[in-house]
């Protein structure tokens, strides 16, 4: 019964999304507000039957009703309830229904709460969201049903694959989807202020906050999978510049990208174009990012739910949403007029500056990612295009990207003071050097480049707070003066400097972290030791473990270092009977910002023929700092967001007063 | 995404028991590994990975590395053997030039734009009109004190409605 329900539910937001659409347009085109309220109330339906089919998905998870295919497919009545909810998402058919979720809520979101979005926008909006709507849901319903019933029920599931029975990875989807789909408000008011022919800075105020939301939880999903990648797959490393990585990477370098450039549409009216072309490709990305992982037409250290011909269907979508959008742009774009002028140096002029590197690095990822795939089609050969890849194309056009960073937020709008500003960078400069230069002295072995970028990231933490020194004039100024200018701040520079610091720890992080990490490996036997930099490792003993869903052997380590207990590492390799299928379970043992990671490996006879077990363990110095930074962008893009109602309330204040002189 | 890893065996620190007695060509033979794709495993070099293929892989890197035979002698040898499939980075040759260069030809387009446009004429100073400074007014308002023209650094002096506006407009 609840899978009928579900599936009923599902048709009927498809219906909804066709009416919402066409309700939308009928309004636009007789300008009858009774239609164009049907087509808000439309959206909003849309999203509460999609709510209602994930909801009878979610129940059917939650009893284990293996009548349903997809979740006798998924779900086993042995797994905690977090992974059987976790379930839902774990497949194709069901992420596909999370992303509908989104995708509707968002548009429910634009629906209910853009009072102040103009009307004819906020039509038109909805419209683009009700088409994306009825492309994704039709897709569901027609190819891609999560209700499809099973004419024999099996007794047991088949269970969700045992590396995904994690609680990072667990909540990793609905952040990413959400991100990703989020990029879609964004897409949908462009398409709208190309077929009004007008972008002006009311309409980059309207994009931002979207982008600003689908910006920040884009960014904790992504950092959710490059943690889980970390601890779960086994090797230490983070980020493995593979092409389902670097299909959730495109769209956010398009959306980070579009932050900045949105900007400058706002305050000056600049940009317009390039504004506008940036919200299509953000969410073009999303939909290329959901083909590339869906389809399987890349090899992946992510082996996902692979299915080359719903993978036609995505690029069918794709084709159609981004060439309509990219096409109007074509058409309607020219038109746009000029905005405000700025001279070469100016706060402007370095947020083109930042456009530019960032428009190249997201070439540079699409070009690692989609030759392979190119040459493949043209000369049938097989190319490979590895992370070596990336060090020599995208890390040095970021290190540029990173070098004039903190001078464009000190830099004035119209024509700014280089000399000036870089007077005021001096002691971030100073630090920046300073850091490169312990790095490379007190590290042993020598890498200059690495300790270049620690340098590097160094310089952007420094120069943020460079920045919040000069506008709260912190030593130049008495306590109090201070303190009222620092209050004054508007909390979007708030967000700016915490993400840039977000920015700067990343890079110190990541720069750090690669080049200095350490590993060892040995076979033990009880009592046997390792040494890994200042720590030893000592095999206590093993024990066997028993999960709700596993057997585990466990296998004890003391961790000390100068004789001192520093902890118990604990590494299982677990068995899942359900899949029967092992996986390794690694133990952190957090030290400060650095990681010493312990994997335990199969048993053999150790140097003393004792039996014995393979134990690698690696050292990860200032790792913390390359899931931190991340997590201090989200956050910085939040707080820049609770900015947003407040000015935009100051604005209509501002308007009321405009008026009110005038009258 | 939903991310399904097939393969939960892992290597990365190398095995003793595979290990070359001479440290600086167990460090070169390291080296190649992780340029070396595992071409049967999902996207994983041989030195990450723990399928049988990465484990023979190694061995024959390792015994040529001990023959005394170049990076790039062992390189060609794999590619003759697997294609360039097998290299995770891929080579510089005429096929992959615009893998290789159009991120660059990008970069330097875009800067070339910018400099073409900045050596363009430079932009009139519109002053305002009457009616905009009117509103400008209102929104200030008359009893702004003035704040420290910091401008003066600068070699031009902003109004402290300017620099008022400058305040506003920081940030994300």
Known sequence: MIAELGAFSLILALVLSAAQTALAAAGRITGSEPLRRAAEGAAAAVFLAVGGAFAALTTGFVTSDFSILYVAANSHTDKPLIYKIAGVWGGHEGSLLLWCLALTGYGAAVALTGERLPRGLKG?????????????????????????????????????????????????????????????????????????????????????????????????????????????????GWWFWDPVENASFMPWLAATALLHSSIVTEKRGALTGWTVFLALLAFSFS????????????????????????????????????????????????????????APISREASLVLNNLFLATVAVAVLMGTLYPLVVEAVTGKTISVGPAYYGIVFVPIMAAALLVLPAGPL?????????????????????????ALGAYLLSDPKHALSALGVGLGAWVVAGALSEVVERGRIGRSSFVETARRLAALPTGAWGMTLAHIGLGLFVMGAAYETAWKLEAADILAPGGDLRIGQYRLTLDHLESVQGPNFTADRTVIRVTRHRRLVCDAEPERRFYPANRQSTTKVALCFEGLSDLYVVAGDTRPAANGQPGQLIRAYWNPWVRFIFLGPVLMALGGLVSLSDRRLRLAAGRRAAAVVQGARA | MIALFSLGLIAAASDPSERLPDPAQEDRARHLFQQIRCVVCQNESIDD??????????????????????????????????????????SFSAE???????????????????????????????????????????????????VQPEGERHGFAPTALQEKRDEDQTGL
């Open chain 2, 96 to 146: 992959n030039a615009a893998l290789w260069l159009l991120p660059f030809a990008v970069l330097a387009a875009g800067g070339v734009y910018l400099v073409l446009r900045a050596r363009g004429p430079r932009p009139p100073e519109t002053p305002l009109s009457a009616r905009e400074s009117e509103a400008l007014a209102a929104l200030v308002g008359p009893e702004e004190p003035p």
């Open chain 2, 49 to 90: 990975s723990e399928a049988g293929l990465a484990h023979d892989l190694r061995g024959i890197i390792r015994d040529q590395v001990r023959a005394g035979r170049s990076d790039a002698e062992i390189r060609r040898f794999l590619v003759a053997r697997y294609g360039q499939f097998i290299l995770l980075r891929p």
């Open chain 1, 124 to 236: 038109l909006t909805l419209m683009s969201q009700g088409v994306l709507a009825l492309l994704f849901i039709g897709f569901a319903v027609f190819a891609s049903n999560p209700f499809l019933r099973l004419a024999s029920p099996p007794v047991e599931g088949r269970s969700l694959n045992p590396l995904l029975q994690d609680p990072a990875l667990a909540i990793h989807p609905p952040f990413l989807y959400a991100g990703y789909v989020g990029l879609s408000i964004p897409f949908s008011l462009a398409i709208a202020a190309l077929i009004e022919g007008r972008v002006d800075a009311a309409w980059a105020r309207w994009v931002r906050p979207w982008a600003l939301a689908a910006w920040s939880l884009l960014t904790v999903g992504i950092t959710l999978g490059s943690f889980w990648a970390y601890y779960e797959l086994g090797w230490g």
């Open chain 1, 411 to 435: 830099l004035s709008w119209k024509r700014g003071d280089l000399s000036g500003v870089l007077q005021r960078l001096a002691a971030a400069g100073g630090i920046g050097l300073a850091s």
């Open chain 1, 287 to 342: 939909m290329l990012g959901a083909f590339l992982v869906r389809s399987g037409v890349l090899t992946s250290v992510h082996a996902f739910a692979v299915d080359p011909q719903r993978g036609v269907i995505l690029l069918a979508i794709l084709g159609l949403a981004a060439g309509a959008g990219f096409a109007l742009f074509a058409w309607r774009a020219p038109r746009f007029a000029p905005g405000g002028v700025f």
